[in-house]
């Protein structure tokens, strides 16, 4: 579509009309008018016509006034060059970038050449309108008449506006000053093009007439053709002779036949000895060839950003001697580098040489792919260099064309100005970092001055080229071989994979380590790549192969490089799903940690398969430094245990590192801070914990105090004298403990270590594992902080998913279990109902016992059944945990408990009973008692399929009834006739409320109240 036909032109030219009315007189309205209408040719985009109709103006209005300016006749190109940052007072518009205005004579190459000198100075390009015009002018040099079409007696001038970033003074100079140098460099190259394209003709006719009849002289003048055809910009040309100077052959410049830019910038007339020429140029003067090709070692000022072409043709005199040469400077046009090679001369030649001396079918599959890899080849290779070594170079890449292989090629030009190197790798490891890596350190080792590359995805091929034209002026890169390259290569573009396959094949063996990298050769992001290397890549796939199933996690920690000992790297492995943060943060924070941050990585080895890595930043709270190595095991261990629910998601986990303690020694010492709880210590668990991480060594004593006290290893080896000298430590660290808060826990923790008198937390299964709950009997009457009555033995039972005691007012007693809902004072409960037991047994055992246990892990929300199941679940625990520190017996022989250090004397006699919440349970406790060989059997608890059902017979409401009949008796009462009242103090569900009160019909219940409920 034509400019003039475009909608937004004409809105946009109306829209200027409008505001001319308004800012110019009526004469300058006709001008302006005439010149939007005839010079403004672009198209307005989107960009453009954001702006204001106003600033369009005023820009448009500047253009306009700097075109009626004459010309400055005294600078060497008439160009007129304008630039400025527009404002308010001078230009009518505020502008926010830098303009230029240019006008110049219109002629090829303007645009690309602006652009090209504008690019050099790192200047962002905004707006760049070329609007060629006729204009003619007075003898004054003003616009006579403008106009978009030819008009006799006119010039065509090109009126440009140029927008780029905001300049100073000082800059807009310089660019001023150069803008002027490249104008004048086209309007020399375009004035002489004439002339050396005519230089070339009338070589060619001389040549077909002169030169000797050699091998390359059919191809040479069929090249030379081909660019007088238009596929060469000339930028310069210059003639030289040779002479013979005492015997040294000399070239020397013919005066006045340089034009372009070899004329412009050729200086003095040059003279140059042949034999302090490069090899390039002395091989043209000793074999037949006709012409050679070469580049300069400049870049072009002209038309394109590429070092200039040269065309060196030999001139021979009527008997066929050289005697002296014609030198073209400029560029191929882009036909050259488009064209099939099989279309240029010259390249044509060596093509097909290549696919005679190749040995190969040209129909074959090799023949064809080669032909490829030549059709394809850069066009400067094909041109530049020798076809032996052009022949070696692309049968060598046609070896690797299908391989994902590293390889490199690399030649120096013959005239010492370039090194060309071609680095052809596979399409994966390639990415611009790897490509400015490669230029960086092959220039290096070049001893480059700059460099350029171009890259192509080999057609058909894995692989990509990266083509590198180094600049050279010494010698350093002979020291250079192609071997040390290719190694130099081979280390900067080693892919990734590559490596892990290699440690996969050294680490499993050739077979399953190649196996391995199949499997994994797409699972890793280039993030995880990134990061870590193919060695720990390793190690993560064996902490993943550790994974049974999707519920399973594996753990490594290590220390931050360059950080603090409290800086720590975890990583956790999961199938599937990654870790909810909020379900690992909170487990991090109690272990110690803050979570400074979290890197999430899938990876992907096969389809349906995803296993996560998460990368956890983290710095240790307490004032400790970390010593990984130390603490690593029983890290890993604990963090698993919180995260399977065997331990506990708490504070106190932070002794694991802070005390370097495993999980079970924490929580043995959170056993102790929630039997503390049950005697109503007034502390809270947070604060407890707080005090054991606060005074660390002394925490890590009382913890040595028990196992000296219970660890079957050290018990019988000296633990007495060991014991004693770790409680003169806990006195000692006590005497530094100011807060008497503080105090009392520390004491509280010695006092209750000193009472246990047995504990299971040393037993193991039959694979050694240790269990997941833990029991402890303790001698009451001996702790001061137990309220009263205290019995004379308890056992207090302690796991994530339940917590019971069991109260004995001696060693032969008997009393009831119940399911306690009091999570928080169960033993409060217990001890009040253990008082009323020691009176309702006395007639049957010496004393009475009492035990409670809650479910911790019971919801009643998840329904009936499940909380009743969760209930007996967590009473068969409890009841093991009571069963695991009893003595047995064997006939008469008395068995102590396996792996149990005993502080008190033989004790084998436990049995328990039914109470609320248990009345169906005691069949399961009597199987547990035979599992375990008790001696008891099916009597360990009473009230089970074997025994007598107490609470539906109403054995104990009978017997308390007697009770009750005597009192009333003694006053003269005789119940079982006479009406009475009553009021109840105590749960009406149990024994005596529950059977007693049926048992005569003249009792008239008025009040009760327990511990949840009030009626009247």
């Known amino acids: 579509m034509e400019a003039t036909k475009d909608d937004r032109r004409q809105q946009l030219i109306k829209s200027l009309a409008t505001i001319a009315k308004t800012k110019l007189t009526k004469v300058q309205q006709g001008q302006f008018n005439n010149f939007i209408a005839q010079a403004m040719h672009f198209y307005p985009d989107a960009d453009y016509l954001d702006r204001t109709s106003e600033n369009i103006f005023w820009n448009i209005w500047g253009l306009f006034c700097f075109t009626q ?21 001078v230009d009518g518009w505020l502008g926010q970038l830098t303009t230029i205005y240019i006008d110049q004579r219109d002629m090829p190459f303007l645009v690309d050449t602006l652009r090209m000198a504008l690019n050099r100075r790192g200047l962002n390009i905004f707006t760049l309108q070329s609007n060629p015009v006729w204009i003619v002018r007075k003898d004054s040099g003003e616009i006579e008449q403008i106009s978009s079409k030819f008009l006799q007696g006119a010039q065509s001038e090109a009126l440009m506006t140029i927008e780029v970033d905001l300049l100073s003074e000082a800059e807009m100079q310089e660019v001023h000053r150069e803008l002027e140098i490249v104008l004048d460099d086209v309007s020399v190259v375009v004035d002489g093009y004439g002339v050396m394209l005519k230089r070339v003709e009338d070589l060619i006719a001389e040549l077909k007439q002169n030169a000797p009849n050699v091998g390359q002289l059919e191809e040479s003048l ?63 003067y000793e074999d037949d060839q006709i012409l050679a090709v070469t580049k300069s070692s400049k870049r072009s000022p002209v038309h394109r950003n590429s070092y200039s072409d040269y065309i060196v043709v030999k001139r021979f005199d009527k008997t066929g001697k050289a005697v002296g040469e014609i030198r073209f400077l400029g560029l191929y046009t882009s036909q050259f580098y488009s064209y099939s090679p099989r279309r240029i001369p010259i390249l044509r030649e060596k093509v097909n040489w290549i696919m005679q001396n190749s040995g190969l079918n040209i129909n074959s599959h090799d023949g064809k792919a080669l032909q490829t890899i030549l059709d394809s080849h850069p066009r400067d290779e094909l041109l530049l260099v020798d076809q032996n ?17 590293v390889k490199v090629f690399i030649h120096t030009d013959p005239f010492n100005k370039f090194v060309s190197c071609l680095v052809y790798l596979p399409r994966e490891a390639f990415s611009t970092e790897i490509r400015e890596k490669l230029e960086e350190k092959i220039g290096q080792e070049l001893g480059a001055l700059e460099s350029e590359f171009s890259t192509q995805f080999v057609p058909d091929s894995v692989l990509v080229r990266i083509h590198f034209v180094f600049k050279i002026d010494n010698q350093g890169y002979l020291s250079v071989t192609d071997e040390s390259l290719q190694s130099l290569v081979e280390r900067i573009t080693r892919d990734w994979a590559d490596e892990f396959l290699e440690q996969a094949q050294l680490a499993y063996g050739p ?30 796939i064996a902490l993943f192969d550790q994974l049974d199933g999707d519920d399973e996690l594996a753990i490594d ?70 010593d990984v190595s130390a603490v690593q095991n029983s890290f890993k261990d604990a963090l698993l245990r919180v995260w399977r629910g065997d331990a506990e998601n708490d504070t106190f986990n932070r002794l694991v590192v802070g005390a370097r303690l495993d999980w079970r020694s924490v929580a043995m010492l959170r056993l102790y801070a929630r039997y503390l709880k049950q005697l109503s210590v007034p502390y809270s668990q947070a604060f407890i914990a707080d005090t054991l991480a606060k005074h660390l060594d002394v925490t890590r004593n009382i913890v040595a105090l028990f196992k000296s006290y219970f660890d079957p290893r050290y018990a019988s080896e000296g633990g007495s004298e060991r014991a004693e000298g770790l409680v003169l430590k806990i006195h000692s660290g006590l005497d530094s403990i100011n807060n008497i808060s503080e105090d009392k826990v520390i004491r509280g923790y010695l006092e209750l270590v000193q009472a246990t008198l047995r504990t299971n937390f040393f037993q193991t299964f039959e694979n050694g594992t240790f269990k997941s709950y833990i029991s402890v009997k303790l001698a009451s009457q001996t702790i001061s902080l137990a309220p009263k009555p205290r019995p004379a033995y308890e056992i207090f039972v302690y796991s994530p998913r339940v917590e019971g005691v069991h109260l004995r007012g001696g060693k032969v007693a008997r009393g009831g279990l119940r399911w306690s809902d009091r999570v928080e004072d169960y033993r409060t409960e217990v001890l009040g109902l253990v008082k009323a037991q020691q009176v309702k047994n006395a007639v049957i055992v010496p004393t009475g016992a009492k035990g409670g246990f809650v479910a911790k892990q019971a919801n009643i929300s998840l329904g009936r059944e499940a909380f009743l199941q969760e209930g007996i679940a967590s009473y068969m625990l409890y009841i093991q945990a009571l069963l695991d520190i009893s003595d047995n017996m064997t ?22 009973a039914a109470d609320k919440g248990t009345a169906t349970f005691s069949d399961t406790a009597n199987e547990i008692s035979e599992a375990n060989d008790f001696w008891l059997g099916d009597a360990f608890a009473s009230g089970g399929g074997n025994g007598y059902d107490h609470k539906g017979m109403g054995i104990t409401a009978r017997g308390a009834w007697v009770a009750v009949q005597r009192h009333f008796y003694e006053i003269g009462v005789d119940i079982q006739s006479e009406d009475f009242t009553v009021i109840g103090v105590g749960d009406m569900g149990g024994d005596v409320f529950g059977n007693g009160m049926l048992l005569s019909e003249h009792i008239q219940l008025v009040a009760a109240f327990n511990h949840l409920h009030i009626f009247v």
């Open 557 to 626: 920690l290590f220390s931050s490089q360059d950080t603090t000992d409290q800086y720590l790297h975890l990583m956790l492995f999961h199938r599937k799903t990654p870790l909810e943060l909020s379900d690992m943060i909170p487990m991090l924070e109690n272990l110690g940690f803050r979570v400074l941050m979290e890197h999430p990585y899938a990876l992907h080895p096969e389809a349906n398969d995803v296993l996560w890595v998460q990368d956890f930043s983290l710095q240790f709270s307490l004032d400790v430094n970390v």
């Open 389 to 405: 070594i052009l022949a070696k170079t692309t049968i060598g890449i046609w070896q690797i064309y299908e391989r994902r292989v």
């Open 511 to 540: 077979a399953e380590g190649s196996a391995l990298s199949r499997r994994f050769h797409s699972a890793f992001s280039e993030a995880y790549k990134e990061l870590f290397t193919p060695t720990v890549a390793l190690e993560h």
């Open 222 to 284: 069929a090249f030379l053709e081909w660019i007088y055809s238009g596929y060469f910009v000339f930028t310069g040309c210059a003639e030289f002779v040779l002479d013979d100077q005492n015997n040294n052959m000399v070239l020397r410049e013919v005066p006045g036949s340089a034009f372009g830019l070899l004329g412009k910038y050729q200086g003095d007339i040059r003279q140059e000895s042949v034999d302090q020429l490069s090899d390039g140029v002395k091989a043209l």
């Open 69 to 89: 300016k004459p010309f400055d006749k005294q600078q060497p190109n008439n160009a007129k060059v304008r630039i400025f940052t527009p404002s308010v007072e």
């Open 891 to 912: 006939g008469d022989i008395l068995v102590p408990p396996k792996e149990v250090v005993r502080r008190d004397g033989d004790d084998p006699y436990l049995v328990v």
